[in-house]
């Protein structure tokens, strides 16, 4: 198979999946108990204005007809009005996203550069201090859940040291209008030092938080297959050349090392967005997932669908992204 036709496969498959996805959780929502129109208006209001909201929202229809409805906006391009604000949820989530976005490079950024220089070094001093400390590391900070870890940094860096912010993005004290809504990148391009030290600063603890977690299984993938690697014959065969240990231990052994784990690094990509859910909500972060978290408790149907539907579409797209990749690197996966 080519890799054209083998792209193509690919995002053919991803259609029937996103199709299921979306209706697993529209009827999910709705066979769960509890009323929508009641969690906005109380169980006190008059019922004859529960039943026009109700034929307002749509909710006086058959679930299928409801799911009909649903996915021929959806095809448009329209993932209808949050319940709660009347606001389009894709303009409500167009503010958000670049929040999550930017919180999650800076995350991923940092666990890929602890995980995979750490775990090569553990793999050259194998069971040496170094390489203990590594896997002790490593096993610590998988078994913390992120919110734990976000409260304690809360209240070391934030109220005992004062050193950090312990919430939002960027101080209210500061004047500063967002063009991208990337605060980093929007600073730059105003050129407003100050606002991009500031931002840089509330980004650091729940990015630090939030890659502490994801770095330990990089860490531990990229030690264990960098220690397989350099038992290699041509490894050994580069390091009888006369090779410096460090080249041969990045520039052979890790570089061999990383075909296999680039896979997971693209899953846990897309697994950072969910565990943004716990992080944006613990340090107040106005991205898609405190959003999300919040229509969650009002029961906003069009808001709770909409933001798993870009959740699930960016999942694919990586997916998508990181199998063209490993085609390119290995072309045996296309047959």
């Known amino acids: 198979m080519s890799l054209k036709n083998y792209v193509i496969t690919r995002i053919l498959l991803a259609i029937p ?10 009827f999910i929502l709705r066979i769960m108990p509890g009323d929508p129109v009641l969690a906005i208006v109380g169980g006190k209001a008059p019922q004859h204005v529960i039943e026009k909201l109700r034929e307002q929202m749509g ?7 409801q799911f009909v409805d649903y996915v021929l906006s959806m095809l448009k391009g329209d993932l209808g009005k949050s319940t709660l604000t009347n606001r389009p949820v894709l303009d409500e989530l167009k503010e958000r996203l670049p929040a999550t976005i930017e919180l999650t490079a800076f995350a991923f950024v940092m666990a890929v550069l602890i995980g995979t220089f750490w775990g090569a ?6 069971d040496r201090s170094l390489d203990v400390g590594a896997r002790m590391f490593a096993i610590v900070t998988y078994a913390i859940p992120v919110f734990w870890l976000g409260l304690m940094m809360q209240l ?3 109220m005992v040291l004062k050193w950090l912010p312990v919430a939002g993005r960027i101080s209210p004290a500061l004047s500063f209008t967002p063009i991208t809504g990337f605060y980093l990148v929007d600073s730059i391009i105003k ?6 030290w500031d931002a840089f600063k509330h980004l650091i603890m729940p990015g630090v938080a939030l890659g502490l977690i994801i770095s330990s299984i ?14 290699k014959d041509f490894v050994k065969a580069a390091v009888a050349r006369g090779i410096r240990e460090r080249a041969v231990l990045y ?24 565990g943004a859910v716990l992080t944006e909500t613990t340090f107040s972060w106005p991205g898609v997932g405190s959003y999300l978290v919040q229509k969650i408790r009002y029961r906003d149907f069009p808001a709770i669908q909409g933001t798993i539907v870009i959740f699930a579409l960016i999942v694919v797209v990586i ?11 290995d072309p045996r996966v296309r047959y």
Not at 59 to 65: D, G
Not at 218 to 231: A, D, E, G, I, P
Request: aromatic share 6%.
């Open 17 to 26: 999946m996103m199709f299921i996805l979306l209706a697993l959780i529209f």
């Open 59 to 65: 909710l006086n229809k058959s679930i299928p007809a």
């Open 121 to 126: 070094e553990a793999a050259r001093k194998k």
């Open 156 to 158: 070391l860096f934030g």
């Open 191 to 196: 050129g407003n030092w100050a606002a991009l």
């Open 218 to 231: 990089f860490l531990r993938m990229v030690r264990n297959n960098t220690v397989l690697m350099l038992s």
């Open 251 to 274: 520039g052979h052994a890790l570089k061999n090392a990383l075909v296999p784990i680039l896979t997971i690094m693209g899953l846990q990509l897309a697994l950072l967005l969910a």
């Open 319 to 329: 997916s998508i992204c990181v199998d063209i990749i490993n085609a390119l690197v």
